[in-house]
């Protein structure tokens, strides 16, 4: 069983940066993917961002490209999301989630593990 706690999210301006974290408990991160989602009021929720563990192969959502840097420290347990030039549309509950099949798909419900979201706004 893994837990996995968000934290790092918070209001910021336009063109302004955060950095979200994922804590994870009960279990080692070595065998797990962790993807970044995204979902904002009204949307489906969408996967920003991924990292293998056997690799460290990384993906990222178009939109976000450039932007977003997705890096882990297995030491510590935690995978991070650095997110720079934000904008009013990345506004979103950002999640992490592990996938066991180190797969990193864009579908949510292929992720065996969630946690409880952190809210990234971004406005003037």
């Known amino acids: 069983q893994v837990q996995l706690v968000e934290s790092g999210g918070g209001l910021v301006q336009p063109g302004g940066s955060l950095r979200l974290s994922c804590a994870a408990s009960?279990?080692?991160?070595?065998?797990?993917?962790i993807g970044w989602f995204r979902q904002a009021p009204g949307k489906e929720r969408e996967r920003v961002s991924c990292i293998r563990s056997s690799d460290d192969e990384t993906y990222y959502a178009d939109s976000v490209k450039g932007r977003f840097t997705i890096s882990r420290d297995n030491v510590k347990k935690t995978v991070y999301l650095q997110m720079n030039s934000l904008k009013p549309e990345d506004t979103a509950v950002y999640y992490c989630a592990a996938d066991g099949y180190e797969i990193c798909s864009d579908l949510a419900d292929r992720y065996d593990y969630w946690g409880q979201g952190t809210q990234v706004t971004v406005s003037s």
């Open positions: 009960g279990y080692t991160l070595n065998y797990y993917a």
